[in-house]
């Protein structure tokens, strides 16, 4: 499965967001940015995981940040209500883009947050035109991320912070296990801690960091299965029992390998 199928096909979507809005009796009408924080945070942590890659990456009053596979724009959002800063989000799926731009007009943060399509790759943006990159869990589907660190290098301006988080390979994870993550998830390569190290040194990065998470992301996974297993009946009756089984699936698959040390978490941070 390409990412561009599988993101439209996730349960986590723009319509399940208004949908819940809509429940909460806050539409129609003004929905604040802290009305959208509880639903639209498609990684691990929530917010205080987004508060933590905003210190990895000094993000201050002012900052140019750039989101690298931004989806619904959910941390982008964040970013510039919490610390004031002008957020840019990047994203190669249309869908989740124009999703992104909806919803940040229904808050009211177009003036500071904007969303731009496009290829991580290979970023539509000028040499050193930002203060801060980040990123969160979306490199896994990235086959070339020798071409994501040195763009990122490339966008920062000297002295700027690149953060991510980023699935992390262990060494009992299987070739077969890697083909179900491709297959399931498009999960094109999964790196290791010490590859992403490398990766960073090579592209002229400094001052790298880099810890392993795994054992933190494993009690996170465990948690969103539960509020998934919770969601059922609305789930089915959105998108089918055979989605909701699919996607139940693919949970139990992701937790045994994080459980049994086969997968994990990473959480990085350099000097451009």
């Known amino acids: 499965m390409g990412v561009v199928d599988f993101y439209d096909r996730h349960p986590i979507n723009e319509e399940q967001i208004l949908a819940a809005l ?4 806050r539409l129609p009408g003004r929905v604040t940015p802290e009305d959208l ?3 639209d945070q498609d990684h691990y942590g929530g917010l205080p995981a987004v508060e933590t890659l905003a210190k990895r990456a000094a993000i201050g ?5 750039l989101d690298v596979g931004a989806g619904l724009g959910g941390p982008a959002r964040f970013l510039a209500w919490r610390f004031g800063c002008v957020a840019t989000g990047i994203d ?3 869908g989740r883009i124009a999703g992104a731009h909806r919803l940040t007009r229904l808050c009211g943060l177009e003036r500071v947050v904007r969303f731009v ?3 991580a790759t290979a970023l539509p943006f000028r040499q050193g035109v930002f203060d801060a990159c980040v990123s969160q869990e979306a490199w896994l589907h990235i086959e070339d991320k020798a071409a994501v660190v040195a763009e990122c290098r490339r966008v920062l301006r000297p002295g700027g912070r690149l953060a991510f988080t980023d699935w992390i390979a262990h060494p009992r994870l299987a070739d077969g296990e890697r083909a179900r993550l491709r297959e399931w998830m498009a999960a094109t390569t999964v790196q290791t801690l010490h590859g992403y190290r490398a990766l960073l040194a090579e592209s002229g990065f400094t001052e790298i960091e880099a810890e392993d998470r795994s054992a933190n992301w494993a009690r996170v996974l465990r948690q969103r299965l539960q509020m998934f297993r919770s969601l059922r009946e609305d789930t089915v009756a959105r998108f089918g029992q055979a989605r909701y089984d699919e996607y139940d699936q693919l949970y139990v698959f992701f937790v045994g390998l994080v459980e049994r040390g086969k997968l994990g978490g990473g959480a990085f941070d350099a000097t451009a």
Do not use: I
């Open 22 to 25: 809509r429940r909460q009796g």
């Open 37 to 39: 924080f509880d639903l």
């Open 61 to 65: 009053r002012g900052s140019r940040v």
């Open 92 to 94: 190669l799926n249309a």
């Open 117 to 119: 399509r496009g290829d």
